[in-house]
């Protein structure tokens, strides 16, 4: 296998450009015009939403846009330019010395432009029509070609090997940015700054060597390739394809061109815009291998590292192919992904029409996008947690901006472009949105009437000047039943329906018709593909959170240790359904059955600050698992009552009751537990029995890596030495050490410290407490 990866890798060599000018001379130029696939979307402004959840979310996206102050974004360009920067500059990932600066005014950019085509909001356009002339004058500033808003110092640093995050990255969204200025708002001045940038960056690698661009691409570079490869769609540069190609990765897309799964260990984000470049090419060459690569790079993702939701990766990477039941944590489903991998899908389903695409499309729109912004507010996340008992974090306005900030403040001004899709006499409907489609070619204004998801049914209603003929494909989802049923103005439309397909509807359409679609939405249990027992509920497309109250998280989220679950245990009767009954009176929200107390259940992209679930462990009541649950909850309770004093690092009231003190410490979330680490110190001073013998028992998570080496002292004396290093991979545990009875005799308190060893870090510590001896005879450290 290494010998036709490595003949791959090769032969990508020689057609991605990495020999300069020779792979443009040999290239087919084709029209502008030319269109690979079978369907096309529409004009973002043929479609227009009407009131909705998807309404609301694009509305809170526009408030927040218009709210951000022009000035503030510009700040750290114009520092860099050398030019008077009123204001003050952004936090977060937009802060002066964050190597990330500017990115998200690329995404700003799109955003804007993608709103302005959207409705015709004219603030849209002046924002981009200002960014864009204060950017050119950053880049006159900087000599007429370069622009960014950090020094090309970074792009030495880059090429030298040394150590910068991710500068193509950045420079990849503000030419995106400036193309979308230019194709959503004719901005011609957009395309004028982002040609001269294309100019300086293909006279800066005209100077590498293969091996040195190769160490460049090690790099996360974004999507330069697709935005070079759209660029030369606008400006027929040969120098602009010449540069897209050095960005084509022959390392990354070989394998895949062999069919060879190479995604377990990397960052997911940083190659699936690699992918949308390879889908570019193939749309300008029409090269199979392009296609092929992108075809099956989606299989692999979608089929074999995604989540019910439709969101894949744990802590931002791939682990192995279907082994997902040991990978729920509170950063899942990095937001950036999930945008990534809907433009990968919305391009196949363009090349084939094929209903999985849109099937999928849907399914991660719902589960991975809309849920990931406060409606009210504006605000987005990061990660979609998936461990139980998690709750979202939600940015704030000036002091984010994450790359999932940026890619999400695209994703709300674009929530019109992928419903209807159409080729010259088919009509196309993929999504159940409130909505109205303007297609003026054909003369026909078509509206879509609905309450989906909250009820299974959705209307369409002609208007047409003159009677046309065309099709009509309804999808047929792959989520629904046969029993789904088309009614044609009022009269039952009578053909074969499989779920998972579309439902042709040819006829001469007049003024007035009207289509009607009924579509079950069954609940179905979605289990991980390495472990059946744990699973997700969905009803239709939409996964629905277990919301987690404090009575649920004692019962169903705590194993015998008191520490939480991945997935929350879900009792069931008999193991068959109904698991869940619905609330009547309340669409789309459901409550367990047999379980008690009772968990109530809402679509995950309602849950805005609650803490939830989405995977849960069924367990059958008569079973040996059940009986080992309760066994569980008995070890816990009779565990609790020795307990003298506990501590719960990272929470604030906790730390302050137990005198908290700490130098070079840090704290977090993860896993549904909150933990606290260190490079030197921290301690708490924690109660202890005067007349009786106490152990120290703390709690870690079993696969930590690197140097975790520290050192923990009772009032000063070394009570251990303690290493985590994949303890217990995929799991809390627990070390008991026993304190010295003369340590404590006579005491009411102690202070425990954890003191990291020199270039180690000390934890992190999920929980300490002190507690009784269950018996004189307990001297051993205890790891469970």
């Not at 708002?185 to 957009?190: E, R, Y």
Request: hydrophobic share 40%; net charge neutral.
């Amino acid at each position: 296998m290494l010998s036709r990866v490595l003949c791959a890798i090769s032969i990508l060599c020689a057609t991605v450009g990495l020999g300069g000018a020779a792979a443009v001379c040999g290239a087919k130029m084709l029209p502008r015009s030319f269109w690979p696939g079978i369907v096309q979307p529409f004009d973002m402004r043929d479609v227009r939403l009407l009131p909705s959840p998807f309404l609301t979310a694009r509305e809170a996206d526009a408030h927040y846009l218009l709210s951000l102050d022009p000035n503030r974004l510009l700040y750290n360009f114009r520092v860099n330019a050398g030019l008077p920067h009123p204001g003050r500059p952004l936090g977060g990932w937009e802060s002066p010395d964050c190597e990330l600066r500017g990115h998200f005014v690329g995404h700003y950019l799109s955003a804007c432009s993608l709103l302005y085509r959207a409705t015709g909001d004219e603030a849209f356009r002046q924002r981009v029509d200002y960014l864009v002339a204060e950017l050119a004058k950053c880049q006159e500033a900087l000599g007429g070609e370069y622009l960014s808003a950090f020094p090309t110092s970074f792009f030495d640093r880059l090429e030298a090997g040394q150590p910068v995050w991710a500068p193509y990255y950045t420079i990849h969204k503000i030419m995106a940015g400036l193309v979308d200025a230019y194709t959503l708002c004719g901005n011609k001045q957009a395309l004028r700054v982002a040609e001269r940038m294309a100019a300086y960056f293909k006279k800066r690698t005209d100077r590498l060597a293969p091996w040195q661009m190769d160490r460049v691409l090690q790099v996360e570079f974004g999507g330069m390739p697709a935005v070079l490869y759209r660029l030369y769609t606008l400006t027929h540069n040969p120098d602009d394809l010449v540069l897209a190609h050095r960005f084509d990765q022959a390392s990354f897309l070989g394998p895949l061109a062999l069919h060879h799964d190479d995604l377990t260990g990397i960052h997911a984000n940083t190659h699936i815009p690699k992918i949308l470049g390879a889908a570019r090419r193939y749309e300008l060459f029409r090269d199979p291998t392009y296609r092929s690569i992108v075809s099956y790079f989606w299989d692999l993702v979608t089929q074999t590292r995604s989540y019910a939701t439709g969101g894949s990766n744990a802590g931002e990477y791939w682990g192995p192919p279907n082994r997902l039941a040991n990978t729920l944590v509170s950063n899942n489903q990095e937001t950036c992904t999930t945008y990534n991998m809907l433009k990968v899908t919305r391009t196949l389903f363009t090349w084939t029409a094929d209903e999985k695409y849109a099937d999928f499309y849907e399914r991660a729109l719902y589960n991975g996008i809309l849920e990931a912004q406060d409606p009210q507010t504006g605000m987005m996340i990061y990660y979609t947690p998936l461990a139980a008992g998690s709750v979202k974090q939600w940015g704030t306005p000036t002091h984010s901006f994450w790359c999932c900030y940026g890619t999400g403040v695209e994703s709300f001004a674009k929530l019109n472009d992928s419903i209807y899709f159409h080729s010259s006499d088919a009509l196309y409907v993929n999504l159940f949105i409130p909505s109205e489609l303007d297609w003026r070619q054909r003369g026909l204004r078509l509206v879509q009437e609905t309450t989906f998801p909250e009820t299974d049914t959705t209307e369409l209603l002609f208007h047409l000047h003159t009677p046309t003929k065309l099709t009509l494909y309804l999808r047929v989802p792959a989520w629904t039943t046969a029993d789904y049923r088309v009614w044609v103005n009022g009269r039952p439309f009578r053909s074969a329906v499989k779920p998972g397909s579309y439902l042709p509807v040819e006829r001469v359409w007049r003024d007035g018709d009207t289509v009607k679609m009924m579509m079950p939405m069954p609940l179905h249990t979605v289990p991980m593909p390495d472990d059946k027992d744990m699973v997700a509920f969905t009803v239709g497309p939409i996964v629905l959170a277990g919301i987690i109250t404090p009575e649920v998280r004692e019962t169903y989220l705590l194993d015998a240790h008191g520490m939480p679950l991945a997935a929350g245990y879900f009792p069931v009767n008999g193991g068959s359904m109904p698991m869940l009954r619905p609330v009547a009176g309340l669409p789309l929200v459901y409550k367990s059955v047999g379980a008690d107390p009772t968990i109530t259940f809402i679509p995950l992209y309602k849950v805005i600050h609650q803490a939830y679930g989405v995977y849960w462990r069924l367990m059958d009541k008569g079973s040996p698992q059940y009986a080992q649950f309760k066994a569980a909850m008995v070890e816990r309770a009779q565990r609790d009552a020795l307990v003298v004093d506990r501590i719960q690092p990272g929470d604030v009231n906790s730390e302050q009751a137990h005198h908290l003190q700490a130098h070079d410490s840090n704290t977090g979330v993860f896993n549904g537990g909150q933990w606290r680490d260190g490079t030197g110190s921290f301690s708490w001073q924690l109660k202890v029995l005067p007349d009786q013998p106490m152990v120290l028992s703390c709690m870690y998570w079993g696969d930590e890596g690197g140097e975790r080496v520290f050192d923990i002292l009772v009032n000063g004396q070394k009570l251990a030495t303690q290493t985590l290093l994949h303890n217990h991979p995929g799991a809390f545990f627990e070390v008991d050490y026993p304190i010295p009875f003369d340590w404590t005799r006579g005491k009411q308190s102690i202070t425990v410290t954890f003191q990291a060893h020199p270039g180690a870090i000390a934890g992190g510590v999920f929980r300490c407490e002190v507690r009784r001896q269950a018996s004189p005879s307990q001297s051993v450290l205890k790891e469970r």
